[in-house]
């Protein structure tokens, strides 16, 4: 989503590279083609995976490689040196892998590889559950049932969410979404399609109000009865709620869905003047976000600093006079 579409940096590494220009444990970025291409040695074994994060294009180049895996350096995703394969949220997607050669003390960097299935993980001797029940469509109720359909789990899995909308990149809708820079398809995490094609049965506005253990079902809001043989609560957090008087005037916004960030989107078209309450990430991302959209935008909190509790004060002064020179307003 983030990449950059300018001319591929690094050398050509079907040309080859000098095996000294890459040392034990180092990383180096070239390109096959159009393609940005990371080379990662350890030890004897070299190996040649995509650049770029599957997540929101982070460079992998100046990511963290353990073992034999390499971590995002924006949000922490980690992939499989060996596979590509995405082992960590918040990537889904896996990287490519190219085959790698040795010769004459180069290497040279060939075929894009095929990919190969996901590996069933080891489950251990325990019976498999022929029906696993999630509650919660939020990222990680959503990364349990792709996990599980990746690694070839064959039963039924159903995901019961509260929400009307399926599970979505919930961190954009403080950022460039509500800044009105990055376009809806951005938002959902997968396709509607994705759920039918991997036969994950999602059910919307599913509110789950009970839990039977003893006969091993969830009980919707509106009585209806699911059955499971293992049950996965992945319910998430809500935000604090003010108790205020006029907290709950129709124009008074949380944001936490994406129906949230399409009201406040909604109103900031009319709007000249927003008041955000709380001056911590997500505050301050909409205060940023809502600037851009060229509104006046007051931040109140009890702090005397935004954020100082997490950053100190220092990093604390540097953030307000930021939001400052963008034109936020702190009280
Ligand atoms: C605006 C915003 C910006 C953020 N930005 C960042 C960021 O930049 N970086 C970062 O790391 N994190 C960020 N976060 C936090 C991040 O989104 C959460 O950590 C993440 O969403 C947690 O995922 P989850 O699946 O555990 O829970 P949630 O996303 O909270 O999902 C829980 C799901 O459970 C459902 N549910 C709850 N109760 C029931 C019930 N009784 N029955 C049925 N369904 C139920 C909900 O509808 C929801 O679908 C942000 C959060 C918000 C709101
Ligand atoms: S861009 Fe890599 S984890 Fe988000």
């Known amino acids: 989503m ?26 180096l970025l070239g390109h096959c083609g159009d393609e940005q291409v990371l080379l990662v040695r350890r030890g004897a074994e070299i190996f040649a995976i995509g650049a770029t994060c599957t997540h929101y294009g982070g460079p992998l180049v100046d990511g963290l490689v353990v073992e034999d895996t390499v971590r995002c350096p924006w949000h922490h995703a980690c992939f499989d040196l060996r596979t590509g394969e995405a082992l960590r949220a918040p990537a889904f997607s896996p990287l490519a ?21 996901a590996k069933p993980r080891n489950g251990g001797s ?19 049932a792709e996990t599980l359909r990746r690694e070839h789990y064959q039963g039924s899995i159903v995901m019961l969410s509260n929400d009307e909308a399926p599970p979505v990149d919930r961190p954009n809708l403080s950022k460039d979404y509500l800044a009105g820079k990055a376009p809806e398809d ?43 043989d293992k049950l996965l609560l992945a319910t998430g957090a809500e935000p604090v709620r003010l108790t205020i008087q006029g907290a709950d005037q129709p ?15 909604e109103r900031a078209t009319t709007a000249r003047r927003a008041v955000v ?25 009890p702090e005397k600093r ?16 930021l939001h400052e020179e963008n034109g936020v307003v702190f009280h």
């Open 2 to 27: 983030a990449e950059g579409h300018g001319k591929p940096s690094g050398p050509d590494l079907v040309e080859g590279i000098a095996l000294s220009d890459l040392p034990d444990g180092g990383k």
């Open 97 to 117: 892998c190219w085959s790698v050669e040795q010769r004459d003390d180069r290497i040279f960097v060939g075929e894009k590889r095929k990919r190969t299935a």
């Open 126 to 144: 325990g019976q498999v559950p022929e029906k696993i029940v999630i509650v919660g469509g939020g990222a990680a109720g959503f990364a349990a």
């Open 186 to 228: 951005w938002i959902p995490l997968r396709r509607e399609s994705f759920y039918s094609k991997n036969d994950i049965d999602l059910r919307l506005n599913a509110d789950v109000a009970s839990i039977d253990a003893r006969s091993r079902e969830v009980v919707l809001a509106d009585g209806a009865r699911t059955a499971y």
């Open 251 to 265: 124009h008074v916004h949380t944001l936490r869905s994406f129906a949230d960030c399409k009201a406040i989107i």
């Open 277 to 301: 309450l709380g001056a911590s990430f997500i505050g301050l991302e909409v205060a940023a976000a809502l600037r851009s959209r060229e509104i006046e935008v007051h931040v109140v909190a």
């Open 306 to 321: 935004p954020m100082e509790r997490i950053m100190g004060p220092q990093m604390a002064d540097f953030i307000r006079i």
